[in-house]
């Protein structure tokens, strides 16, 4: 990734934790970090190192104990609570790993729900999401609800609800676990796609090394830390612990 695409996420000096007194865990530990605009970052490591904690605070989910975090130049450690709201439903899609799709909604409102929140008449909003479903292969479910779709149709449809207002920043937790081979290059396919796109970015937390081929660069935690950033040979990517 050439070094003069601009910063879209600037993390510096966060530390995070969790509890009180005795039992204060510190999950962060003075993590400083970029992502530019252009690139898929994929955040690996073993199980509670932080990873999702991490994406939490980029995305402006959870606040930091220590630090600033800058999303394309904006302090969101300096906005009210209000005002992060706000900046996220403009700025930021989020794949949660656990879908959090509506049961009683049919995958079409479920994946127009970005754009209502905006203020989008119903009308394109769901003219929107159709188009989102048919790109994550999903163009014959439309009228099928969460309950009638299997976990890997409902994390398609999880991805199609956080890109379907053209966030600039896309932020994934394990958006590849629940998906076939197959699909799960689909997927990634779409997110390069997305992260070609003028001004905007990709990042991802994985376990999954089906997809590091996809990355540009692979930032590994251990411990609340950042250890390493591989910057990634697309014909032979790099082999990394994810255990």
């Given amino acids: 990734m050439p070094a003069d695409h601009p910063i879209a996420v600037h ?5 995070k934790s969790f509890g009180d007194g005795g039992s204060r865990l510190t999950v962060l530990k003075d993590i400083t970090l970029e992502t530019r605009s252009g690139e898929i970052m994929m955040l690996v490591g073993p199980s509670g190192c932080g990873k999702t904690t991490l994406i939490s605070i980029m995305a402006g989910t959870l606040k930091a104990d220590e630090g ?3 999303v394309f130049g904006e302090s969101l450690h300096k906005m009210s609570t209000r005002a992060i709201t706000r900046f996220r439903a403009q700025n930021i899609g989020f794949i949660f790993q656990q879908f959090h799709l509506i049961p009683t909604l049919t995958i079409v409102q479920n994946a127009s729900v970005p754009l209502l929140i905006q203020g989008k008449s119903t009308r394109y909003a769901e003219a929107k999401a159709r188009e989102a479903l048919a790109q994550v292969g999903l163009g014959d479910r439309f009228n099928h609800r969460p309950s009638q779709l299997s976990g890997g149709q409902q994390q398609r449809v999880a991805i199609a609800r956080a890109l379907v207002h053209e966030p600039r920043l896309i932020i994934c937790d394990e958006p590849t676990a629940a998906l ?3 699909n799960g290059q689909i997927v990634m ?7 070609r796109t003028p001004g905007r970015s990709v990042v991802v937390v994985t376990h999954d090394n089906r997809i590091f081929q996809h990355a540009d660069r692979i930032a590994s935690m251990d411990d609340g830390r950042i250890v390493e950033i591989h910057t990634v040979n697309k014909t032979s990517p790099p082999v990394i612990a994810t255990h």
Avoid: C, P, T, Y
Wanted: negative net charge.
């Fill in 180 to 182: 076939d081979a197959k």
């Fill in 68 to 70: 600033e975090v800058e």
């Fill in 189 to 195: 396919e779409l997110f390069e796609n997305v992260a």
């Fill in 11 to 15: 993390l510096r000096g966060i530390v």
